[in-house]
C-alpha cells in the first residue's frame, strides 16, 4: 500500500535551510491509501472534479489552494474557498502543495520541463536560480513567438518591443519572477535581446522594456503567463512521479486557459 506520506518523502525537493517553504499537505490525511494521483499546475474546481471523475484522491498542485502564495484565507468572509473545502472534505481528497522543492531542483524543475517542451535544450548556455540563459541561432522575435505558441499550444502571447527584431541571446524566466528585480538584470548583465517570462508587474519590466526601445536599445520582451510557463514542468514532474511509483495510476491534468481575450 502506497500512503499520502509515501509520496510526499518521495517528492520533497532540497531542504530549505530557513524553512520558509510552502510545500506540505494542505489538505487530507497523511495516512490515506492513495489510488490514484493527479498532478497539476494549479486545485482549481474544475480539475478537483475531474481528479474526482477518474478516481485519483491525492493532488499534486503547484499552486495553493486558496488564491494566496501562503494560503492564508478566511473561511467565514471567502465563501468560494469554503466551498471548496467541503467539495475537499466530502471526496475524501487530499492536496500536496509541490513548488518550493520543485524550484529548488538543479536545474530548476518547473524550467527544465518548459526547455523541453521547447526543444530548447541544445541553447542552454547557463542555468541561474532566477533564469535560463539561451544562446541560440538569429531569428526574429516573431518567430519566435509562433515557436512558443505551437510548442505550448497557446492561442496568444503579448509582446512588447519590435517583433522583427532579430535575436539570439535569450533569457528565460519562469512563473512569477517577471518583475523588475529578476527580469530586469538579465536585460542589464546577460545582455539579452528577448526576455520570456511567465508573469510580472505590468508598470515594471514591460515599461522598462518600452523606454529602452524608445531609446534605441534592442530588446524586446515576450510575457506568456504563469500558468502557460509552468505546465510543462508539472507535466515532466507527473512523469517521473508515474515512474516513482508504477503501481499507481498518476494523471496530468492542465488547466484550462484563465483569461478569455475578448
Not at 474526482?52 to 495553493?64: D, F, K, P, Y
Amino acid at each position: 500500500m502506497v500512503n499520502v506520506q509515501d509520496v510526499m518523502d518521495a517528492l520533497e525537493g532540497p531542504a530549505d535551510p530557513q524553512n520558509h517553504s510552502v510545500d506540505g499537505l494542505c489538505f487530507g490525511d497523511l495516512q490515506a491509501e492513495v489510488m490514484g494521483i493527479a498532478v497539476t499546475f494549479m486545485a482549481t474546481q474544475a480539475v478537483l472534479e475531474q481528479a474526482v471523475r477518474i478516481g485519483a484522491n491525492l493532488i499534486i498542485s503547484h499552486e495553493g489552494l486558496f488564491y494566496s502564495h501562503h494560503d492564508v484565507t478566511n473561511q467565514e468572509q471567502n465563501l468560494v474557498a469554503a466551498a471548496k473545502r467541503r467539495f475537499l472534505e466530502e471526496n475524501g481528497l487530499a492536496v500536496y502543495r509541490f513548488h518550493d522543492g520543485l524550484h529548488r531542483s538543479q536545474p530548476d524543475g518547473i524550467m527544465e520541463g518548459l526547455i523541453r517542451a521547447l526543444d530548447w535544450e541544445a541553447y542552454v548556455t547557463e542555468h541561474r536560480p532566477e533564469a535560463a540563459l539561451l544562446t541560440m541561432p538569429e531569428t526574429s522575435v516573431d518567430q519566435v513567438i509562433f515557436h512558443i505558441k505551437r510548442k505550448l499550444s497557446l492561442q496568444y502571447v503579448r509582446a512588447v518591443g519590435e517583433l522583427s527584431m532579430n535575436c539570439s541571446r535569450i533569457a528565460l524566466l519562469a512563473g512569477y519572477r517577471g518583475g523588475r528585480d529578476t527580469a530586469i538584470p538579465v536585460f542589464e548583465e546577460y545582455h539579452a535581446e528577448l526576455v520570456i517570462y511567465g508573469e510580472g508587474p505590468e508598470w515594471e519590466t514591460p515599461e522598462y522594456t518600452r523606454d529602452a526601445q524608445a531609446m534605441g536599445k534592442r530588446q524586446s520582451l515576450i510575457v506568456l503567463g504563469h500558468a502557460e510557463s509552468e505546465q510543462p514542468g508539472m507535466e515532466l514532474a507527473a512523469r517521473r512521479l508515474s515512474e516513482r511509483f508504477p503501481m499507481l495510476p498518476v494523471h496530468f491534468i492542465p488547466v484550462e486557459p484563465l483569461f478569455q481575450v475578448v
